[in-house]
């Protein structure tokens, strides 16, 4: 099972609509846990952190269930803007000490 | 807004070359990371650098890589050897805590060839 995965996407939604993504992890010892954007061959940039008793930052919501070792985030009156690959990161502790893992992304297209 | 500065922003070389890939990480953050993303794959984590030490590094990071610190400000990675599977961006990013999130670079393009 891979570490950190996410819906395949695309997704290609309408401006305005609500759009969300969602992401699990296997490392039951996870510990942080953060949303990324990277827009087409740029570096990943912070969207939000995701705490345990869920988040929200204008109109992105983040959510966090350790129990299903699932992560949300939901998009609210979606901008054009918001088109890029969405990352759900993960930071856990392996073989190799602790570290973030991405996953693959989740790429999202807002139409006009 | 700080800025983690990397240089070049695209490095062609060829394989069997040494590369140095050059960060400049914001100036009060105390950890210090380098990320390659092969083209059309997933982000992956190379290396983890605090108080002039690595502190933690994956199976990518073989002996064919290093970091350093040279000075005060710029943080390092070299590639010796150079395969064409190197060729990715490569990120550096730094942060205050280890906790938080981490501030990347643009990157750097290595194409091997």
């Known amino acids: 099972r891979k570490e950190v995965e996410q819906d395949p996407g695309p997704f290609n939604v309408p401006e305005g609509a609500t759009v969300a993504f969602n992401c699990t992890y296997s490392n039951s010892a996870s510990q942080s846990f953060f949303w990324y954007r990277q827009d087409c061959r740029k570096e990943p940039k912070l969207l939000m952190s995701v705490y345990s008793s869920g988040n929200e930052d204008g109109r992105f919501t983040a959510q966090l269930n350790r129990a299903s070792q699932y992560i949300s985030l939901l998009i609210r009156d979606s901008k054009l803007s918001d088109s890029a690959t969405y990352l759900c990161v993960v930071r856990h502790r392996d073989n190799y000490g602790q570290n973030f893992v991405f996953g693959p992304g989740t790429r999202l297209s807002v139409l006009p | 807004e700080p800025e983690v500065t990397q240089t070049p922003s695209h490095q062609v070389t060829q394989m069997g070359q040494e590369v140095i890939l050059r960060c400049v990480p914001i100036s009060n953050h105390l950890y210090f990371y380098w990320y390659r993303q092969i083209l059309g794959q997933k982000v992956e984590f190379l290396v983890s650098f605090y108080n002039n030490e690595i502190s933690e590094k994956s199976e990518i990071f073989d002996d064919q890589f290093s970091v350093e610190r040279p000075d005060g400000s710029n943080f390092t990675l070299k590639i010796r050897s150079t395969k064409l599977e190197d060729s990715a961006m490569y990120f550096c990013?730094?942060?205050?805590?280890?906790?938080?999130?981490?501030?990347f670079g643009s990157g750097t393009r290595l194409t091997v060839v």
């Open positions: 990013a730094s942060s205050a805590d280890r906790d938080r999130g981490y501030t």
